[in-house]
């Protein structure tokens, strides 16, 4: 089996495209901007991040976003290698929380990427292009309906779990690796390193992650960093945390992985308050309008992006911090969270829930939201690719009757006012409640009236010919 991770690591095929990829989660990506002053957008380089989401053997599944830097090498080896190591064998239902949590542990912190045990040290000048990158990531593994988080870095895990009345429970799994991270910054301080420097300066060697992947310039040439050079040992690691088992057997919600630059693009538009609660928001508001999961991310990240770019275009307070944004990857896990059907409708099973999303076009705080009437099906859904009975009641809501809401306030939102046409609404007749009925002809009265129409066009064209058979009612 080690043997075979080997060749498979060692070819130049991306063998991870065979692999069965899991139907229950879906993934959205942006290229980095850098806006002109015309507003318009160019890439300033290519995409450097990195996603995995596959599904193996005894009902496991393995998620991954990477947030590469300096080229896309190290993520996407990463995935490639993360995945053969995990999926090939090590993981199996048998095991316990504790060989979940050490494997994992071994398999993320391996990726060093030391010049030493590639041997390459007498040739490290030719190729410090080829192993200069490094990289973030987050991995999230779902086995035997537990799931396991393993993060390296400044990437973001979201867990939304649903409750029985409907309301959305966000929980943040982990704190970024950053230097402003208390922990992290005592981690250094026992190194050695000035923590109050470190935090003032806000990065390390141009980037703000304080645990990496690759990145050997870092990691083995710290002494000859000026931030870093007294620490006793290797201050910038690639060792992950680990936060599980939680069980997600029951659970109805979904689970949000995102690259450092789709959640620094929301923060930078509307300020870090809210970032958790809007992407949430975003991603319930889609889940009841797409038929796709694919769709779904796409266009969470389509909307992140669109507040980005309008924010700068606007000249306000933000526009300063919007000027760009990186690379953004958003990979969504639904949890028995039920789909969009479009072809399904109130009266053919369906419900209506309303869902309150925040939204905003300008810098409010005022707590205000907007309400959107949302069907969902009321047919079985699916737990791990599994039909399981619906715990939702037969039938449609009544008048009066409570359907589950989900709320989640935003201070970025401002109350939406509805508008009307004005008019005098003479061109429309009025319709009883009851479905209009036929009469002797067999049809049905319009519902708008166009006998003035007729009347004009008939003095326009008047040159002594009958309209009988042309235009107007017959």
């Not at 690259?259 to 538009?269: F, K, V």
């Not at 049809?443 to 107007?472: A, C, E, I, K, N």
Request: proline share 4%.
């Amino acid at each position: 089996m080690a043997a075979q991770r080997r060749s498979l690591m060692q070819s130049h095929q991306i063998w991870t495209d065979d692999l069965p990829l899991c139907q229950l989660c879906g993934v959205g990506t942006a290229p980095n901007c850098v806006y002109g002053s015309d507003g318009k957008g160019t890439q300033s380089h290519p995409n450097e991040d990195g996603h995995l989401r596959f599904r193996g053997e005894d009902d496991s599944f393995l998620y991954g976003v990477f947030n590469g830097y300096d080229g896309s090498r190290v993520a996407s080896f990463a995935s490639q290698c993360l995945t053969a190591e995990l999926l090939l064998g090590q993981l199996k239902s048998s095991r316990t929380d504790n060989d979940v949590r050490k494997i994992l542990t071994q398999n993320v912190s391996f990726h060093q990427l030391s010049p030493q045990n590639q041997k390459v040290q007498e040739r490290l000048k030719e190729l410090e292009q080829e192993v200069s990158g490094g990289a973030t990531a987050v991995v999230a593994l779902i086995l035997n309906n537990k799931l396991y988080i393993a993060n390296v870095g400044t990437n973001r895990v979201l867990l939304c779990k649903s409750s029985s009345d409907g309301q959305n429970q966000v929980l943040q799994i982990g704190r970024p690796h950053s230097t402003d991270n208390e922990d992290e910054l005592q981690r250094l301080a026992a190194l050695g390193v000035d923590s109050a420097r470190v935090r003032q300066a806000g990065q390390i060697a141009g980037q703000s992650s304080t645990r990496r992947l690759g990145d050997y310039r870092v990691k083995f040439n710290y002494n000859e960093i000026d931030l870093l050079s007294a620490a006793k040992t290797r201050p910038v690691v690639a060792e992950p945390e680990i936060h599980g088992s939680q069980t997600v057997d029951g659970v109805t919600g979904f689970l949000l992985l995102m690259s450092e630059g789709l959640i620094n693009a929301l923060e930078s538009a509307h300020g870090p308050e809210q970032a958790n609660q809007e992407i949430v928001a975003m991603v319930a508001a889609e889940l009841a309008l797409q038929t796709s999961l694919e769709a779904v991310a796409q266009s969470v990240v389509e909307r992140v992006k669109r507040l980005h770019h309008d924010v700068f275009v606007s000249g306000r307070q933000r526009a300063t911090y919007c000027s760009r944004h990186e690379d953004m990857t958003l990979l969504i896990r639904t949890l028995n969270y039920p789909m969009a059907d479009a072809a399904l409708t109130p009266t053919q099973g369906g419900r209506i829930y309303p869902v309150s999303v925040p939204y905003s076009t300008s810098q409010s705080t005022s707590k205000t939201s907007v309400t959107l009437s949302l069907v969902m099906p009321s047919q079985g859904t699916l737990t791990n690719g599994t039909n399981t009975a619906s715990t939702l009641e037969e039938g449609t809501p009544t008048p009066g009757s409570q359907s589950p809401t989900a709320t989640l306030q935003s201070t970025n939102t401002q109350t939406q006012s509805s508008s009307s046409s004005s008019g005098d609404g003479s061109l429309f007749r009025q319709r009883g409640s009851q479905a209009a009925q036929p009469d002797e002809t067999g049809r049905v009265p319009p519902y708008v009236d166009f006998s003035q129409f007729y009347r004009l066009w008939g003095s326009d064209h008047s040159d002594g010919h009958s309209t009988q058979g042309g235009l107007g009612p017959q």
